[in-house]
């Protein structure tokens, strides 16, 4: 089999560390291998995806907790589902009674095309440059009127 990949970029480098407007595309359960801190444990895999810029088209990911696998760690939930909550919140799709609900109910697909702003970082793994999603907030109206001027 023969295929140019001369124009083919081997990776992409990490976005710069910022406030992106971004899109939840993608969500996928996962859990934990068996290395991990806390082995057999559930989270979500979000797939974000940029709104604009130079940047467009561009994705980052981040994982939030769903469930502790085997481990009976008492306070774990709490810390855990900060993350979930405020991604439900940026999102705008739940009010806060909803949200404070301890039988809250939600589906992946509630979530997908929801737009949201991602506070993304850099740090070293293994000696590379990697992206971290550190916060997901809800857009600003300042947020929705820039991303109408941008390209």
């Known amino acids: 089999m023969k295929i140019d990949l001369s124009a083919t970029d081997a990776g992409f480098a990490v976005l710069p560390a910022a406030r ?3 899109k939840v595309t993608d969500g ?3 859990s934990s291998g068996p290395n991990a801190k806390h082995p057999g444990s559930e989270y979500i895999n979000w797939e974000l995806t940029v709104q604009g810029g130079e940047y467009e088209g561009r994705k980052v990911f981040t994982n939030t907790p769903i469930g502790h696998g085997e481990c009976d ?3 774990w939930k709490a810390g ?3 993350g979930i909550k405020s ?3 940026a999102t705008g799709n739940w009010d806060e009674a909803a949200l404070a609900s301890d039988d ?3 589906e992946i697909d509630d979530v997908l095309g929801s737009d949201v702003k991602a506070v993304v970082s850099v740090s070293k793994y293994d000696g590379d440059d990697v992206n971290n999603v550190r916060k997901i907030r809800p857009l600003s109206d300042e947020d929705v009127a820039e991303a109408s001027l941008l390209p």
């Open 20 to 22: 992106y407007i971004t």
């Open 28 to 30: 996928e359960v996962r």
């Open 73 to 75: 760690c008492s306070d």
């Open 80 to 82: 855990a589902y900060i």
């Open 87 to 89: 991604l439900l919140a």
């Open 104 to 106: 809250f109910d939600f």
